[in-house]
């Protein structure tokens, strides 16, 4: 089956830089990215997603990036914000052959220093 | 997007027995799904629920232990019996929208004792 590594586990920035967290997939069959953010007590929040015809989205101050010939995929979140402190966790499936659920990294937790 | 409720939100329970955790939204779904989320750790896939159909688990889970129902659209439960403290974990549940993307639920928090 799938399997996501996600690094790294902990990332401290100050408030105003740039954070990236990375993540790996092992099955070529995958085609959909998503990102979910995680705060303390609540379910997860999905931010943004990529499919694998896609090379880059881009939201506001988040963007993704994936290399499929790599089978890697990164979140990037630029001018960082207090309210960007959390933990990410990103995922992978491969939509339209039958097995849709999710399997995700570990998570980041993320922490934005004022 | 979707608004999903989950009941409880939490509780703690004594080991032996069962609780079942109810999921609902507030649009018609084909696919929703649970995942357990042990302390610290992410989210791993316990079962796919598709209405008018038997659900399917995923490697290391069970009917048994975690029987799930999905009598309409809007609406799934998950029971886990006969709990251990190792049982202690966020259950949530999430639904499809469109073709691909998930979102989740509140979460349950439960504690066995």
């Known amino acids: 089956g799938e399997n996501v590594e996600q690094h790294p586990s902990t990332l401290s920035v100050q408030e105003g830089d740039s954070a990236v967290i990375k993540c790996t997939y092992s099955?070529?069959?995958?085609?959909?990215f998503p990102w979910y953010k995680q705060e303390l007590g609540k379910g997860p929040q999905l931010i943004i997603d990529?499919?694998?015809?896609?090379g880059e989205k881009k939201d506001q101050r988040i963007a993704v990036t994936l290399n499929k010939t790599a089978k890697h995929f990164s979140l990037h979140i630029t001018e960082t914000q207090p309210e960007d402190s959390a933990v990410y966790f990103c995922?992978?499936?491969?939509?339209?052959?039958?097995?849709?659920?999710?399997?995700f990294g570990k998570g980041t937790h993320l922490i934005i220093q004022p | 997007s979707a608004v999903i409720s989950q009941k409880p939100s939490r509780d703690i329970c004594q080991r032996g027995t069962s609780l079942t955790i109810q999921c609902q939204v507030d649009?018609?779904?084909?696919?929703m799904f649970w995942y357990r989320q042990q302390p610290g750790q992410s989210l791993t896939l316990i079962a796919t629920?598709?209405?008018?159909?038997?659900?399917?688990?995923e490697s290391g889970f069970v009917i048994d232990k975690f029987p799930i129902s999905r009598p309409n659209l809007t609406f799934s439960t998950l029971t886990v019996s006969n709990m251990s403290p190792e049982d202690s974990s966020i259950y949530l549940c999430?639904?499809?929208?469109?073709?691909?993307?998930?979102?989740f639920g509140p979460g349950t928090r439960l504690t066995v004792l």
């Open positions: 999430s639904v499809e929208i469109g073709t691909d993307t998930q979102y």
């Open positions: 099955d070529s069959a995958s085609n959909y």
């Open positions: 990529i499919r694998s015809n896609v």
């Open positions: 995922a992978a499936s491969i939509k339209g052959g039958g097995a849709d659920g999710l399997t």
């Open positions: 649009s018609q779904v084909t696919m």
């Open positions: 629920a598709n209405q008018g159909s038997e659900a399917t688990y």
